[in-house]
Every structure is written in C-alpha cells, then in structure tokens.
C-alpha cells in the first residue's frame, strides 16, 4: 500500500488547510486511517484517526473541536480538515494505515506516507 498526503502549505494563525492521504489501494486489514505529526525537536504524536467501515473518529485532545477528519471510501482518500490554526500545529503531518490495533499508537500501524508540511505563522 502506498499512501500519498499532500496539501500542507504555509497559513497565517487562524487560518485553514486541509490534508488529503490518498491510498493506493485498500486491503483487507486496511482497518483505520490515522494522521500523526511531528514538530522540529518533538516526539510523534496521534492527531486523528477514522475507521474505514463505519466511520467512527477519534482525536487528540489538542485538535478536538478544530481539526475533522473524514474519508471518501470510494477514493481511498482520507482528509483532515484543519481550522483555527495555531503556531503550535506546525508540524510534518504523516498518514497512515493500521490493521487493527490501538489507534493511536503509532507503532500499530504498517504503513506511513511521506508527510507533508504544515507551518502556521504567528
């Protein structure tokens, strides 16, 4: 499977993007989609995370209530919506698929795209 983001950019604090991972292709244990980012000198971190069947979503207490996370199963595309956005979210946004374990671990998932990146001007 490879996994495509794209759609980072460089925004004024407050503003708007929105990422898209497309997927090559989908596989039986393709279960969720997650998104991880990561800031200069920081650890990775869980963002968002939506399980292709059903839907369900989860979030980082940080974004919860700014950032929404979606998919287009039909594509094999996940997005994530990003508004009022804080210098703090600068960060490479990575995407990834995992089979079925905890979803915010990033270790449980197989595999990762390239990143894209995000820089939020204060």
């Known amino acids: 499977v490879q996994l495509q983001a794209s759609g980072g950019g460089l925004v004024q604090a407050g503003g708007s993007l929105r990422l898209s991972c497309a997927a090559s292709r989908r596989t039986f244990s393709s279960y969720i989609m997650g998104w991880f980012r990561q800031a200069p000198g920081k650890e990775r971190e869980f963002v968002a995370a939506i399980m292709w069947s059903g839907g369900s979503t989860y979030y980082a207490d940080s974004v919860k209530g700014r950032f929404t996370i979606s998919r287009d199963n039909a594509k094999n595309t996940v997005y994530l919506q990003m508004n009022s956005l804080k210098a703090e979210d600068t960060a490479v946004y990575c995407c990834?698929?995992?089979?079925?374990?905890?979803?915010?671990?990033?270790?449980?998932?197989?595999?990762w795209g390239q990143g894209t990146l995000v820089t939020v001007s204060s």
């Open positions: 990834a698929t995992n089979s079925g374990g905890i979803y915010w671990r990033a270790n449980e998932y197989e595999y």
